[in-house]
């Protein structure tokens, strides 16, 4: 695959990021795509490594390694070193239904298991799966191409985010009637209002929606499946129903002080962000500005940093954020080899931009709040942190976070983003359909299948195996659509990987 010596002959280059201080001054992405001789030097590099761990995406110390859509990776990036641009698009459609989203958003874990990365410097797969489906739109191969034959078979999907997206997708090519569901005023879940506009312009996703949509599949907005119509309506108009509606249940931090005036949950803050700018370029000021406020991010994670690049970009006087593990090594741990999904630390754009306008990198590490302190008119002026150290629990033997006495520690806050992940689905649309959940609040399906206890009810996404990645969304609306598949027809044709 690539060139037998590409990977000695070219060096990795990837797309030129706009300089922090430019991009903070607007919300667009900020990449400058390589040109398309330069991008094929990089599929060059693809060695023909005999075991491609890239797209094995296989679970290895209970972390991902590799892609889990089991992407034909080395086939396609021969084939973009080929200038065959076209093939290199329908392979990388057998596998992914959304690149134009994975190629933006995705942590690229195919990058993190590449053969090449263990030697030296990893293929820019993600890259080239970007160069390969912008080549795709610029010259008409990703338009609509709707099922000749349709089954008579109709379901409803619940959510609109890439699980929801994925199961739709395949679902309405196998020739099913497929509706689509989502309580916002968009379509796209997450992808719409929960990744920010420079990680994702959301006319990408619009131009996605409109493709499906132009190849059948019907789309209801504003419409809160078991608040606004009722789920025995579903299952009365629809041969099957999926669930996915994500796991936007977040995860609270119980300290005094938390009724204090000016603490937001992220998902919610972002979303808000992110709507105003859709609808008015920000005019209509319906979020919560940072601007002059110091502001203080608890979460070291992708929304932790998201949280960071957006206040950044509306005038935060400073932006802090907590983390609480201790920070990672820069370079691979002994105990971490390849092809594990590397634990050392990453500095996102978020806190690459609080570096440039602020002199310093915005993470404090093993620390957390023990306070949110406030004025006799409730409102936030600040928190109270303790630093936190690793210690073996005397009753279990595991090793735990503890306080570390005296370590407490004021910081000046009047606005506080929690973005501390969350705990599971919401539990209004599992009473409403009737299906039974897990002890992580999850939908209860059996290991492996998407069936729920609720007849004719299936599951997929966040909402199935927690929060988690795009890319494990997708294949999860893949498989759960070839499980509804089978119990629509008693067989399927349709592929997973």
Known sequence: MGKPTGFMDYER?????????????????????????EQQK???????????????GMMIEGMASGCPLHNLIPEWNDLVYSGNWE??????????????????????LCEAACTCGHYGEAVTTKENEHGIIEYAYEHGLAGANPPKVRTGKRVAVVGSGPAGLAAADQL???????????????????LMYGIPNMKLEKSVIDLKAAVMQEEGVEFI??????????????????????LACGAKNPRDIYVPGRDAKGIFFAVDYLSSVTKSLLDSDLKDKKFVSPKGRHVVV??????????????????????????????????????NPWPEWPKVCKTDYGQEEAIAVFGQDPRIY?????????????????????????????????????????????????????????????????????????ER????????????????????????????????????????????DVSLMGYTYMTVQ
């Open 441 to 484: 609040t999850n939908v209860q399906t059996k290991a492996g299948q998407y069936a729920t206890s609720a007849s004719h009810v299936f599951v997929c996404g966040d909402m199935h195996r927690g929060q988690s990645l795009v890319v494990w969304a997708i294949r999860e609306g893949r498989e759960v659509a070839r499980e509804v």
């Open 42 to 56: 990089q599929g060059a590099r693809c060695m023909e490594c005999g075991v491609p761990f890239c797209q094995a």
């Open 298 to 335: 608890i979460g070291g994670g992708d929304t932790g940093n998201d949280c960071v690049g957006t206040c950044i970009r509306l005038g935060a006087a400073s932006v802090t954020q907590l983390e609480m593990m201790p920070k990672a090594p820069d370079t691979r741990a002994a105990d």
């Open 13 to 37: 280059k990837t797309s030129r990021a706009q300089e922090p201080k430019e991009r903070i001054s607007h919300f667009h992405e900020f990449h400058q795509p390589l040109s398309r001789e």
């Open 366 to 438: 093993e620390t957390t709040v023990k306070e949110f302190l406030k004025d006799k008119n409730g409102n936030l002026t600040g928190v109270l942190t303790v630093r936190l150290e690793q210690k073996k629990d005397e009753k279990t033997g595991r090793m735990a976070l503890a306080e570390v006495a005296g370590s407490e520690k004021k910081i000046q806050a009047d606005m506080v983003l929690i973005a501390a992940g969350f705990l599971g689905s919401e539990k209004y649309i599992a009473d409403a359909f009737g299906v039974k959940l897990n």
């Open 221 to 242: 907005t504003n419409v809160n499946v078991g608040k606004d119509i009722k789920a025995a309506k579903l299952l009365k108009d629809y041969d099957r129903v999926i």
């Open 87 to 108: 093939q290199a698009y329908h392979r990388l459609k057998k596998t992914n239904n959304f690149p134009e989203f994975t190629s933006r958003v995705c942590p690229a």
């Open 172 to 190: 309405n090519k196998r020739g099913h009637y497929v509706t689509v569901y989502e309580r916002d005023d968009r379509i796209g879940g997450l």
